[in-house]
C-alpha cells in the first residue's frame, strides 16, 4: 500500500493531515482515493477531536424573508392556504474567523420547523412539514463536510414534527413531539449515521410534545412538552435516558412550567437547567443559543417585534457581545446545533 505522504511514514503523514483546516478538506479528498476514505472515517475524527485541531462552527436554520413581487415578475407560488410558500435555508457561522457562510440546497425546499444535529462531521436534517402543503415528513438528510454533498438518509420511522433531538458519537436521537394529527408522543428512536439504520428505543413516562433535546454527557434530556390534551401547558418535569443503560429516569420540577422549551435550554454553570433568555435583557424575548467549544452563540431580541440579534459569549454564562451580522443572515432561527469539523 502507498504511504499516505510519500517519503514519511504513515503516522506522521497522518499527523500532518490531521491538522488540515476544515476549509482545505474537500480539497484533500479529491486527491486520491485513500485521502477521501481516510478524512471520511471515524479515526480520522477522533484523532482531529483528540489532538484539538477540529473547529467548532454554528449551523442555523433560518427564515428567509418572503420575496418581494413586482408587476412584471412571475406569480409566486402559493401553499394550500393560499399564502406564498414560505423557504429556509441553512447558514453557518464560524466564531473564530466571523464569517459567515449557506450551504448548499439540500433539494427545491427544506422542510419548515424539522430538526438539525451534528455529530463526527455530519450534519442531519430531519422531519418538519413540507413548505407548500404544510403536511409532516418524515425524510432525513445528511450533509458531509468533507465531500460537501448532500444524501439521503433512512425515512423517520413515523412523521413527527416539533421533537426532541440531540447527537453523540454518530448517533442522533429523538424523542417526542406530534404526530400528522397533532397528537402528542412518547416514542423514541436513535438514528445511527454511518449504517443509516433507526433502532427504537424505550417510551417516555408520558407524551411530550414540543419538548426539547439536550445532550449532557452520556444522558440525552427531553424538557419539558405538553400532553395532547394540555395544548401549550408546558411542564416542569424533563425525562432523562441514559445511553449506557437504555433507561429512562424522570426528573420533577426540572423546569420553568409554562414557559417554552425550544432552543431556549441550556445547562448552567450551576448545573441548573435555564433559559439562554436569562443571560441579558437584550436577549429576553425569542432567546435560542448554542455553545461552540469555549463560547457560546446567543440570538434573541429585547422585545417582541424588536429585530433579532446576534451575540457571542465566553463559555456558558460569560457576559455577552454583539457581533455585526449580514443582513442576509439575520433571519429568525428556527433549529440550531454545533457542528465539529
Known amino acids: 500500500m502507498e504511504q499516505l505522504i510519500p517519503g514519511l511514514p504513515d503516522e506522521i503523514g497522518l499527523e500532518c493531515l490531521s491538522r488540515l483546516h476544515y476549509t482545505a478538506q474537500p480539497a484533500a479528498a ?28 454554528a449551523c442555523l ?10 408587476p412584471s415578475d412571475e406569480e409566486p407560488k402559493l401553499t394550500n392556504s393560499g399564502l406564498s410558500s414560505p423557504s429556509c435555508v441553512i447558514t453557518l457561522f464560524d466564531p473564530v474567523s466571523q464569517i459567515w457562510n449557506r450551504l448548499a440546497p439540500v433539494s ?4 419548515l420547523f424539522c430538526q438539525i444535529a451534528s455529530s463526527e462531521g455530519k450534519l442531519v436534517v430531519m422531519g418538519g412539514w413540507d413548505p407548500a402543503s404544510y403536511d409532516p415528513v418524515s425524510s432525513v438528510f445528511v450533509y458531509d463536510f468533507i465531500t460537501r454533498r448532500w444524501r439521503q438518509g433512512k425515512n423517520m420511522p413515523s412523521k413527527r414534527s416539533f421533537f426532541a433531538i440531540g447527537a453523540t458519537k454518530g448517533r442522533v436521537y429523538i424523542a417526542g413531539g406530534h404526530d400528522g394529527n397533532k397528537n402528542a408522543l412518547n416514542s423514541a428512536w436513535t438514528y445511527d449515521i454511518r449504517s443509516d439504520e433507526w433502532t427504537e428505543l424505550t417510551r417516555m413516562s408520558q407524551e411530550r410534545d414540543e419538548c426539547e433535546g439536550l445532550i449532557i454527557g452520556d444522558e440525552f434530556w427531553v424538557i419539558s412538552g405538553y400532553r395532547t390534551e394540555f395544548q401549550g401547558a408546558f411542564e416542569s418535569s424533563a425525562e432523562i435516558y441514559q445511553l449506557r443503560t437504555g433507561e429512562w429516569r424522570r426528573v420533577e420540577r426540572a423546569w420553568t412550567p409554562g414557559l417554552s422549551p425550544r432552543s ?22 425569542e432567546a435560542c443559543g448554542l455553545i461552540l467549544g469555549a463560547q457560546s452563540l446567543v440570538m434573541g431580541s429585547a ?20 457581533i455585526d451580522v449580514p443582513d442576509e443572515f439575520s433571519g429568525f432561527v428556527q433549529s440550531s446545533c454545533c457542528v465539529e469539523v
Open 108 to 111: 427545491d425546499h427544506l422542510p
Open 61 to 70: 436554520l433560518q427564515s428567509l424573508p418572503p420575496p418581494s413581487i413586482s
Open 303 to 322: 422585545h417582541l417585534g424588536a429585530s433579532l440579534r446576534f451575540f457571542i459569549g465566553e463559555g456558558q454564562d460569560g457576559k455577552l457581545e454583539r
Open 264 to 285: 431556549c435550554a441550556r445547562l448552567g454553570n450551576d448545573g441548573r437547567l435555564t433559559s439562554w433568555a436569562e443571560l441579558d435583557s437584550a436577549v429576553s424575548a
Open 30 to 57: 479529491r486527491t486520491c482515493r485513500r485521502w477521501l476514505d481516510l478524512l471520511q472515517s471515524r479515526d480520522y475524527y477522533t484523532i482531529r477531536n483528540h489532538l484539538g485541531y477540529t473547529t467548532h462552527m
